[in-house]
């Protein structure tokens, strides 16, 4: 049917010129596709967003330079977030909807960024020249809090069934496993993930809930131990830098062990210090020596320097603006580095959105944590203890990660919106996390799933 009315509606458009006509009529088609299979969109879009491709003609260059479009991980998201409005207002999203550790600082975040966005407006400071204060940067950096967001709230609040459920959380690990494989056989395929060791925390941490649950398959926990020790290879061993990702690995298998198997975690820093001993001659090299040479660790002097900021201005700069405060009389005031970002995600909100925005960013990472870790002891065993196990490690990992790196929030002046693609993967597995919760939970004081029970007993 859709091809004969395509048919059909190319040829009175050709015939009429309408071309705009038909402009809006493939756009309403598609947009009544999308949100008649919406859960099957989830699912494509877990598997694409990392790849930083479809690319928009510029919509911003910021003073830089350096022109920046959207990719699919913004436009997709945004058009996708647009569709989950209307089912909200129109009532057909799941109703069992439940409250997390996320939402209220999430929901308050996002209101002091809007108000941070005219804060900076009205009390610019009056060093700096006011034509360097872009806008349209402003904005992108507004936007890029809210699609981050909307991913959460997007996959927590969507998911009707627990065989959807199942076939997201499958999806969602394909894109770390992939590049994490492509890197490792050398395997050259183009489709690499900006920063892709973050999106490799995920599986690698469920990798590593699996292999230490007893129960499950000899097969899976072979599997599992083979994914290991391919991600500690590579990210910790081949491509180790100070800002490779290794530190957040190690943050995230080390959150998971505590969890779930604290009894292991002393003999196995026995055996990683003795690795880090024998091989310290290779490590001084690579993550002192090569990071000096790189000039990673001005870090240090732009963490000095988003306190500075945050000490100066207390309410924060305004999004978007560290690069016009910090590239002129600031800059050379207070020797910090002519960097155009803070490289890194609490420094970058210290100097951008003060004190408060920094608290309030920060009591979402804990507040959802606890949430999870609360959730987690709560739940039976199967599919969904295992993925909020995960998750947890994967949110330790990540924030870790965060210090040395705008890793959870992209900065514009920083990549940005290509980054986008890779940071996104953070929000959407938080509410993918709420969702196995949400359709877990069952009515009374513990939840109860006949699901992950059958599937529990199954594997065992």
């Known amino acids: 049917m859709l091809i004969l009315g395509g048919i059909v509606l190319a040829l009175i458009v050709v015939e009429l010129n309408l071309y705009y006509v038909a402009a809006l009529a493939a756009g309403a088609a598609l947009t009544l596709i999308v949100a008649w299979q919406f859960e099957a969109v989830l699912i494509i879009y877990s598997m694409v967003a990392f790849i930083p491709w479809g690319r928009t003609p510029d919509i911003a260059v910021g003073g830089s330079g350096v022109g920046k479009g959207l990719y699919v991980s913004e436009a997709m998201l945004g058009f996708l977030l647009a569709i989950w409005v209307g089912k909200y207002l129109l009532g057909s999203l799941p109703s069992d909807r439940i409250s997390s550790g996320f939402y209220k600082p999430l929901g308050l975040y996002i209101a002091y960024s809007v108000l941070n966005v005219f804060h900076s407006y009205v009390f610019w400071d009056s060093h700096i020249n006011r034509n360097y204060q872009y806008i349209h940067v402003n904005i992108i950096e507004l936007g890029l809090r809210i699609l981050s967001a909307g ?52 599986p690698l941490s469920y990798s590593l ?13 072979v599997l599992a131990a ?50 880090v001993i024998a091989l310290r001659p290779v490590l001084y090299q690579k993550v002192i020596v090569e990071s000096k040479e790189g000039g990673d660790y001005d870090r240090f002097a732009l963490m000095l ?156």
Do not use: C
Not at 156 to 179: E, Q
Not at 227 to 232: M, T
Not at 443 to 453: A, C, E, L, T, V
């Open 151 to 202: 991913a959460l709230v997007l996959m927590a609040t969507s998911i009707s069934d627990r065989k959807r459920l199942s076939w997201i959380t499958a999806f969602i690990m394909i894109p770390g496993v992939f590049n994490l494989l492509n890197a490792f056989f050398r395997a050259g395929i183009p489709l690499v993930a900006p920063w892709w060791p973050l999106i490799t925390l995920l």
């Open 209 to 221: 809930v699996v292999l230490l649950d007893n129960r499950m398959a000899i097969l899976w926990r």
């Open 226 to 275: 083979a994914l290991i020790i391919i991600g500690i290879l590579q990210i910790q061993v081949f491509e180790i830098s100070w800002v490779s990702g290794w530190i957040g690995l190690a943050a995230a298998l080390v959150t998971v062990m505590f969890i779930r198997a604290r009894k292991m975690l002393i003999p196995v820093f026995a055996v990683v210090l003795i690795v």
């Open 305 to 460: 320097g988003g306190w500075r900021y945050a000490t100066t201005f207390p309410l924060g700069v305004g999004l978007g603006n560290y690069r016009s405060y910090n590239s002129f009389y600031y800059g050379e005031k207070w020797n910090t580095t002519s960097y155009t970002s803070a490289h890194g995600t609490y420094w970058q909100h210290l100097a951008e959105m003060g004190i408060p925005g920094t608290l309030l960013f920060v009591a979402i990472l804990i507040g959802g944590f606890r949430w999870l870790l609360h959730s987690y002891r709560r739940l039976p065993e199967g599919s969904s203890k295992r993925f909020l196990l995960a998750a947890m490690g994967q949110m330790a990992g990540i924030s870790t990660s965060a210090f040395v790196g705008d890793y959870i929030i992209p900065t514009y002046h920083n990549g940005g919106i290509t980054t986008f693609s890779t940071t996104v993967y953070s929000w959407m597995i938080w509410g993918l996390a709420v969702a196995h919760v949400r359709l877990t939970r069952e009515k009374g004081d513990g939840p109860i799933d006949i699901n992950s029970q059958l599937e529990y007993a199954r594997s065992a």
